[in-house]
């Protein structure tokens, strides 16, 4: 509440105050005066939000042929579950807006619907791509203009994840190579790799760690670059 709401509240409590007396004391005691006037910060939106936000976005990967290939993927922010759309070289808004229904179909059978959609301002996501989803009542965020403390972070941060821990280390062929190593690491980053926001767990856990076991057995996956260690059957 502002000083405003707050000196009301204690007229009708039959205190007499003045309204300025009530604006130090809340300067006084650190808080704004006036909070409703700056409304959350986009950090706070996020969170408070994140159970109902897809990011979205794009990035490049180029092969030992020195061709570009744009990799199109969604992130559920609440448990940072990463969806891969897919792989191309040719990244045309009605490949884009193609992608977007795919997503759709594949969220379609959650229990919570997504309600917003975050994006950049890049020209591949059309109007086609958006109607998509407000068609679904679902609000399109677009990231403000020379705004760098509303970019799109969670979706940044895991392609740094995933060049670091993977694409770093490996010569990619075509399309139907980077389609199928992505796929690979997606499911290992969806099913395994622990993340601190849950307490170590993996986007896709369900229900409480297992109990310890002294049996314990490696699996070796992409190639042997990532490891994933389970209790032995």
């Known amino acids: 509440m502002g000083y405003r709401r707050v000196h009301g509240e204690l007229v009708g409590l039959g205190y007499r105050i003045g309204a300025s007396t009530v604006w130090k004391i809340l300067r006084t005691a650190g808080l704004d005066p006036a909070p409703r006037r700056t409304g959350p ?4 939106f996020l ?4 159970h109902g936000i897809v990011a979205c976005d794009f990035f490049t990967v180029d092969t030992v042929t020195m061709r570009r290939l744009y990799v199109l993927f969604f992130l559920e922010l609440d448990r940072r579950r990463v969806h891969l759309a897919g792989v191309t070289r040719h990244p045309t808004g009605a490949w884009v807006t193609q992608q977007a229904r795919n997503l759709l179909m594949d969220l379609g059978q959650r229990t919570s619907p997504a309600r917003y ?3 950049d301002r890049d020209t591949k996501f059309t109007a086609a791509f958006d109607a998509v989803f407000t068609a679904e009542a679902i609000t399109i965020l677009r990231i403000p203009v020379r705004a760098p403390v509303a970019t799109n972070a969670y979706a940044e941060r895991w392609v740094g994840t995933v060049r ?3 694409l770093d280390h490996l010569l990619i062929r075509g399309e139907r190579h980077l389609a199928a190593v992505l796929t690979d690491y997606v499911d290992h980053y969806n099913s395994h790799r622990p993340h601190r926001s849950f307490d170590q767990r993996p986007p896709d856990a369900t229900g409480p760690p297992p109990q310890a076991s002294t049996a314990v057995v490696r ?3 992409l190639g042997g670059l990532v490891h994933e260690y389970q209790q032995a059957a």
């Open 47 to 50: 969170r408070a939000q994140a």
């Open 164 to 166: 670091r821990e993977y």
């Open 219 to 221: 699996r070796d996956r």
């Open 117 to 119: 959609l975050i994006r």
């Open 41 to 44: 910060t986009w950090r706070q």
